[in-house]
């Protein structure tokens, strides 16, 4: 068994699509960040397991629906419907064999909407300055990721904000993980679902502006 952590705030709309497609073996964590459309009761009728995580920010969810987890291996995803659950044995599979200790799923657009370009943009920067921080091979910051739950606590993660999935992994090439992408899909969120981060211009820029804030701490320490 291994729990799938969905930071949720306002996904009333994609959230049972997403549910009706957790694969067997996989226990789904909501992490509601203080929905108002009624994101919790509908993870809670569709089987999920429910936690309500504050303060506000993607940090502080993800963080919470991690304590929560009681699996070896803890997965993360977008709750929006960008992703498809069926695809989580591809994150997992190399974490089970011991082949990696952090597994990014890179993505790979369905259709050209799905990932916007000023958000493309954003991550091509980013991901080219955390090659640089880190050392590591990657081309993305993908959101859909999995790690064995006592090494990514023992990492003792601190951001509660965007700069969270960032972290893990400077985080990680600190610790000296291996580290690795495989291809996921990623498509058009559900209809009603608005991405806090790729959505729009501006939840771009907080999220380049939380991410590079901790990459310059990763570069100035590297120097």
Not at 87 to 109: E, I, K, M, N
Request: aromatic letters at 6%.
């Amino acid at each position: 068994m291994s729990d799938v952590v969905l930071p949720c705030l306002n996904e009333a709309a994609a959230l049972p699509w997403v549910l009706s497609r957790i694969p067997g073996g996989y226990r789904p964590i909501v992490a509601d960040n203080g929905s108002t459309d009624g994101s919790p009761e509908i993870a809670a009728a569709h089987g999920a397991t429910v936690v309500h995580a504050r303060p506000t920010g993607f940090g502080a969810a993800a963080h919470a629906g991690l304590v929560a987890a009681t699996a070896d291996i803890v997965c993360f995803m977008d709750a929006d419907g960008s992703f498809d659950p069926a695809q989580l044995d591809r994150v997992t599979a190399p974490v089970r064999a011991s082949a990696a200790d952090l597994v990014l799923g890179r993505r790979r657009p369905t259709v050209r909407a799905a990932w916007p370009v000023h958000a493309r943009a954003g991550n091509a920067v980013l991901a080219w300055r955390l090659r640089w921080a880190s050392g590591l091979r990657l081309f993305d910051l993908g959101p859909m990721r999995a790690a064995r739950r006592a090494d990514l606590l023992a990492l003792d993660l601190r951001d509660r904000r965007f700069g969270y999935p960032l972290e893990m992994v400077l985080r990680a090439a600190e610790e000296g993980w291996r580290v690795r992408e495989v291809d996921v899909d990623y498509a058009p969120r559900a209809a009603g679902s608005r991405s806090k981060v790729t959505g729009t211009v501006r939840g771009t820029m907080r999220a380049v502006r939380d991410m590079s804030r901790l990459l310059a701490n990763a570069g100035g320490a590297r120097r």
